[in-house]
Structure formats: structure tokens, C-alpha cells
């Protein structure tokens, strides 16, 4: 397809198993991004990629929070020995700009999320 | 530390009206605003966006307001349809090589147009 895929699309996962969250971006999309939004709330930045390479990972709340992108593609969230307080829907956008000196536009293009519900 | 905020959790206007939706911020280097809408069950989408050099960005029925000096912007939609029902999320980002351009959000505004 042509948009930013995700899967899976739910997740049911018992407290202390590890999980996978995958993501694939729009083709030829150098960044990528990883939100969370948890109930009621607004999204949450996690981590950015731009290509292979993570600059900026400020938002990963816990070092249980990890995160690849192989091939400048598909990225990987995972999150080892899952917590309740993790339950939420993870989003991934990609965009086809990268970062500038300048004012840059981005503009993130969305999928549709993993709900991850922990038990 | 919020540092986008819609103080408004939702909305509710006749079709064919205007909706308002307002955006705060508090950080002077966000240069770049934009508003997404979503769905239930569905990614935000992308709706309109705004530069810091400008006050004013329309797109069709919809236009958003910048006024830096208060640090707010609006989304201005109208007419209002049924299918504008939906969240809408207020983004910022501030540029530069460091921010990489990731969005701040705002916790959102649920806006219900009735018909």
C-alpha cells in the first residue's frame, strides 16, 4: 500500500512478556518516528530516525524501550517485560524530509497504530 | 510540562457553522505548527499547516491563525460538515538540525458537528 503501515494492529500481551511493534514507513521516507498516545491524551514523541541512525531517543520512556530501523525502512519498537502503565496505542509517522539548518517542513504521515493492551 | 496545549476537550457546533479550535503554546522556538484530525481506530491525518513567518494559511474551508506574540494559533473551519466530526490535534516542531523535527502535541479537541 501506499501509506505507513503497521502491525500488528492490536496487542494482548500478559505483564513482563517482551513485545514487537513494527512499522513501514512510506517508500523512499528517510525519517521516521515512534509516538505513543495513551488514554485520553495527546501523542507522545519516542524516538526519531533518520535513515539507520537514531539522533534523537528522548523520548523512550524507560531504558525497557528500544527501537531499530534496518535497510533506511522498517523499524522495530520493542518493549521488554511489559509494565500496565505501557498500554497505549503506538504510532509510527514517516516523513520525506530529513532534518535542515533551516525552516523545514514536516509534514509526518501517520499509520494507523498497534494497540497494545497489557494484562 | 505541557508545552502545547488545547484547553478545550471538545466542541460542539450545527452544521454549516463555524468551528473554532485554539492552541496555545508555551515554547519560543517552535517555528512550525500544524493540525491533524483523527478518527477513531485511524492514524492522524494531516490537515493544515503554518509557518512562524506567516500569521494566516486557508485551505479550502479550513484556516489556521498564528499570532506569535501570544504564542496561539486557531484552526478555523467553515462550513462545518458532519464529516469533520472527529479529534483534532494542534502540532509543533521546531527546526533545526538538534530538534529533528519532531512534533509536540497538543491533548487534542473532539469536535461533533451536528447535522
Known amino acids: 500500500g501506499a501509506g505507513v503501515s503497521q502491525s500488528p494492529s492490536n496487542k494482548v500481551t500478559e505483564k513482563g512478556k517482551d513485545v514487537e511493534l513494527r512499522c513501514d514507513p512510506i517508500?523512499?521516507?528517510?525519517?521516521l518516528y515512534w509516538y505513543r498516545q495513551s488514554l485520553g491524551q495527546g501523542l507522545e514523541f519516542l524516538i526519531y530516525?533518520?535513515?539507520?541512525?537514531?539522533?534523537?531517543k528522548s523520548g523512550l520512556p524507560s531504558d525497557r524501550f528500544s527501537a531499530e530501523r534496518t535497510g533506511g525502512s522498517v523499524s522495530t519498537l520493542t518493549i521488554q517485560r511489559t509494565q500496565q502503565e505501557d498500554s497505549a496505542v503506538y504510532l509510527c509517522?514517516?516523513?520525506?524530509?530529513?532534518?535542515?539548518?533551516?525552516?523545514?517542513?514536516?509534514?509526518?504521515?501517520f499509520g494507523a497504530g498497534t494497540r497494545l493492551s497489557v494484562l | 510540562d505541557q508545552q502545547v496545549k488545547q484547553n478545550s476537550p471538545s466542541l460542539s457546533v450545527q452544521e454549516g457553522r463555524i468551528s473554532i479550535l485554539n492552541c496555545d503554546y508555551t515554547n519560543s522556538m517552535f517555528d512550525y505548527f500544524l493540525w491533524y484530525k483523527k478518527y477513531p481506530a485511524e492514524g492522524p491525518t494531516f490537515l493544515i499547516s503554518i509557518s512562524s513567518i506567516k500569521d494566516k494559511n486557508e485551505d479550502g474551508r479550513f484556516t489556521v491563525f498564528l499570532n506569535k506574540s501570544a504564542k496561539h494559533l486557531s484552526l478555523h473551519i467553515v462550513p462545518s460538515q458532519p464529516g469533520d466530526s472527529a479529534v483534532y490535534f494542534c502540532?509543533?516542531?521546531?527546526?533545526?538540525?538538534?530538534?529533528?523535527?519532531?512534533?509536540?502535541f497538543g491533548g487534542g479537541t473532539r469536535v461533533l458537528v451536528k447535522p
Open positions: 530516525f533518520q535513515g539507520n541512525s537514531a539522533p534523537d
Open positions: 517508500s523512499g521516507h528517510t525519517a
Open positions: 502540532a509543533a516542531s521546531a527546526g533545526g538540525k538538534a530538534a529533528g523535527n519532531k512534533l509536540t
Open positions: 509517522a514517516s516523513s520525506p524530509v530529513g532534518t535542515s539548518g533551516i525552516i523545514a517542513k514536516n509534514i509526518q504521515y
